[in-house]
């Protein structure tokens, strides 16, 4: 009785709360109607259960081969993924996430002369002037460590050359603008992962998230479509959709439910592979169900608002942390009301603005 009531409550915590929904807009899901037993227990800490309240275990996938199943197979599987959940257990806090395997497609050859696909815009005096040779190359070294940072292999220095080439290239187009600004954020956030493994982790969540969002915009150069593939990798699928839930913003919402669950229950944690099926089977069901594709673009899109979260949150003070935690209970969107200058400005410059 005692792990069936966890379980609620930590469905609960995905999708509900005493005051409405937990996930809602920008969090990705909203339902008009509730079960009343589900209510997330109220905070009774703020202070992380370790120096990093994020380190999580790597989560279970919801459809292992989402390629080969059928619309029939996942619904049917959400159907009855109610009535299938295993109980949530408890545990101490003391959990180790082991590391995530990540596998990169070959690389491409470099095309270092187009910029939209099918295109190639013609560049004009004004932007090749627009950037001093000086700041110019500072620029493409700070995408070359921003490169390094969300690559989990290491680049090599045949990628590097080839990186700076397109970064050049793209600097006499009318685009140019995409590579330098990242100036205007780059050295405040090499200050704040210099030694600290927990930002460092943190911006490179925020950074992939960002990127991935460039990878599939329909202006991506394919320069950019290049470096940006092999640096991610494939984007692995959870529910096959338009758009698709990704594996990234399941294990998203999972280590939200746990931080919850772990603020709430300082020195307990439900961070456990038997638990992360259990959200990940609430996670597909509920994006099989989502009334809109607002609500479902919101979900595919979650891993971008959880890391944005995830960056405000490591940066705030003991005040601000107590209301970011207080947004996410009653749904509001992530740090609606906190401004954080370097989020604000790295969402304000670069190819994803």
Request: aromatic share 6%.
């Amino acid at each position: 009785m005692q792990n069936r009531r966890l379980s609620a409550a930590i469905a609960a915590l995905i999708f509900s709360s005493s005051n409405g929904c937990a996930i809602a807009a920008d969090w990705g899901y909203d339902e008009s109607k509730q079960p009343t037993e589900l209510k997330a227990s109220p905070a009774k800490s703020l202070q992380p259960r370790s120096g990093n309240p994020f380190a999580r275990t790597a989560a279970p996938k919801a459809v292992p081969k989402a390629e080969s199943a059928s619309p029939e197979t996942l619904e049917g599987a959400s159907a009855g993924s109610a009535q299938a959940l295993v109980p949530l257990k408890a545990s101490p806090a003391a959990l180790t996430a082991p590391a995530k395997p990540t596998a990169h497609p070959p690389a491409k050859p470099s095309s270092t002369k187009s910029t939209a696909r099918g295109s190639t815009p013609t560049p004009t005096a004004k932007s090749r002037a627009a950037v001093s040779p000086g700041k110019s190359n500072g620029a493409i070294e700070d995408w070359i460590e921003l490169f390094e940072l969300v690559s989990k292999e290491q680049v090599t220095a045949e990628q590097k050359a080839r990186y700076r080439e397109a970064l050049a290239h793209k600097l006499t187009t009318e685009r140019g603008a995409e590579v330098s600004q990242i100036t205007t954020f780059w050295p405040e956030v090499r200050g704040r992962i210099k030694n600290n493994e927990d930002e460092k982790t943190a911006f490179a969540s925020l950074f992939r998230a960002l990127l991935r969002f460039v990878l599939k915009s329909k202006n991506v150069t394919e320069d950019d479509s290049t470096i940006l593939s092999e640096l991610l990798g494939p984007e692995r699928i959870s529910v096959p959709g338009d758009p698709p839930l990704t594996e990234d913003s399941v294990d998203a919402y999972g280590d939200m439910a746990c931080f919850m669950y772990e603020q709430s229950h300082p020195g307990k944690s439900v961070d456990a592979i038997d638990n992360r099926t259990v959200f990940a089977s609430v996670i597909a069901r509920k994006y099989s169900e989502a009334p809109t594709e607002k609500d479902k673009r919101a979900m595919s899109n979650f891993s971008l608002s959880w890391a944005k979260f995830k960056v405000m949150w490591l940066a705030a003070n003991e005040s601000d942390r107590k209301q970011l935690y207080e947004q996410i209970a009653m749904g509001k969107p992530p740090a609606s009301d906190i401004k954080d200058p370097l989020v604000t400005a790295i969402f304000a410059n670069g190819p994803w603005r």
